[in-house]
């Protein structure tokens, strides 16, 4: 064979090669055999956990790092989470001592409800903690015009708020949350929201107030009352908003503050709001709060102090001697009981105080 038609033929069988290759490589990914390149997509293996919720996450928000993730990316209509976005682009655009007349279109708008009185005066704080605090879809939708001019506008805004921040699976079309079309987000963007959200103090007050009351400039008073129950339930630090539609069934995104350390938690769909996020709660903070407890009944600051310098001494930092049992002091006590095969619980009981009295805890407080 020539060597011209020998080259034609290397050429042609080297395109099918090519071709077949690209054809493989594209089912390989379609099918899962290879990662997709875009890391929020790839879905690590979670322990299973009893939640009602088809969309869940937990979030560390100093790292970043996922904690927790049922179908995080699953879109899903937001219901009242939105008005934490709506917050973020009212404090973004319009001043909080701008005084907002209410419009008379206000008795349309469908409850949860502030009441709000067409012809009435407010200021934007004031409009905000009602959305914030009582999910009050007047005081959201009302607070949408005043910033943009129309509804529409508005919801522009927050979509572009939202790719601005990373959210790359949610829509929004009222500012209330109340239904639309088209209208959805995720778990892990509502995650990404709250962390934005976390940055301005006035979103973090509003969130974490149990009651509060409004006055219009008439001199109207109208109470609000938050309907985030871990508020009254829990000795952690959880800030967030609620949100619940038929369609959209109950939704929660929020803060979790506990011992300095910070998770941002949402979920989407449940069944039985308050269970699940009671299963999230426990699954990252439910054993540390009972060794916590169980350390401070027993010690003072004082003695926490010679513990720290005690297991300072035996080889584990306990981090700064402060006199406080946080995590860093919890975790060097269980490394030193394993060490002294000591049950690990991190809970520096008479057993525990007699091994670090070797290392110069007093004896005396092991009795």
């Keep these: 064979m020539p060597i011209s038609e020998l080259a034609k033929v290397i050429s042609r069988n080297a395109e099918t090669v ?97 009441h709000l009185r067409p012809g009435e005066r407010f200021r934007v704080r004031d409009l905000l903690h009602a959305t914030l605090i009582s999910s009050a879809n007047d005081a959201a939708e009302v607070l949408a015009v005043a910033a943009a001019g129309s509804k529409a506008r508005f919801a522009q805004w927050m979509n572009e708020k939202a790719r601005r921040i990373g959210c790359r699976n949610t829509h929004f079309v009222r500012a209330s949350g109340l239904p639309a079309a088209n209208q959805y987000t995720t778990s892990y963007d509502l995650a990404l929201i709250m962390q934005e959200a976390r940055k301005n103090p006035v979103i973090v007050d509003s969130l974490g107030r149990k009651y509060h009351s409004i006055r219009s400039l008439e001199g109207r008073r109208i109470d609000l009352k938050n309907h985030n129950r871990l508020l009254w339930k829990t000795a952690r630090t959880v800030i967030g908003k609620t949100g619940y539609t038929r369609k959209g069934r109950y939704c929660f995104v929020g803060r979790i503050n506990w011992m300095g350390r910070e998770v941002l938690v949402s979920l989407l769909g449940s069944q039985r709001l308050w269970s699940d996020l009671k299963v999230l709660l426990d699954y990252q903070f439910g054993v540390a709060i009972y060794k916590a407890q169980k350390n401070r009944s027993r010690w003072s600051p004082g003695q926490v102090k010679e513990i720290q310098a005690a297991l300072q001494r035996a080889g584990y930092s306990p981090g700064r001697a402060d006199g406080k049992l946080g995590p860093k002091t919890i975790r060097a006590v269980e490394l030193f009981q394993k060490k002294q095969k000591l049950r690990p619980d991190g809970i520096v009981g008479p057993a525990t105080c007699r091994k670090l009295a070797r290392f110069g805890l007093p004896k005396s407080y092991c009795s």
């Design 18 to 114: 090519k071709k077949t290759l690209t054809l493989v490589l594209i089912l390989a990914v379609l099918t899962g055999m290879i990662a997709p390149a875009n890391p929020l997509l790839a879905a690590p293996a979670y322990r299973a956990l009893p939640i009602s919720a088809p969309s869940a996450l937990l979030l560390d928000a100093g790292t970043h790092r996922v904690i927790y993730a049922k179908s995080p990316h699953l879109r899903r209509a937001p219901a009242s989470t939105t008005k934490v976005m709506t917050a973020i682009v009212v404090l973004d655009r319009i001043p909080l001592n701008r005084v907002v007349r209410i419009p008379s279109w206000v008795k349309s708008i469908e409850p949860s409800k502030a």
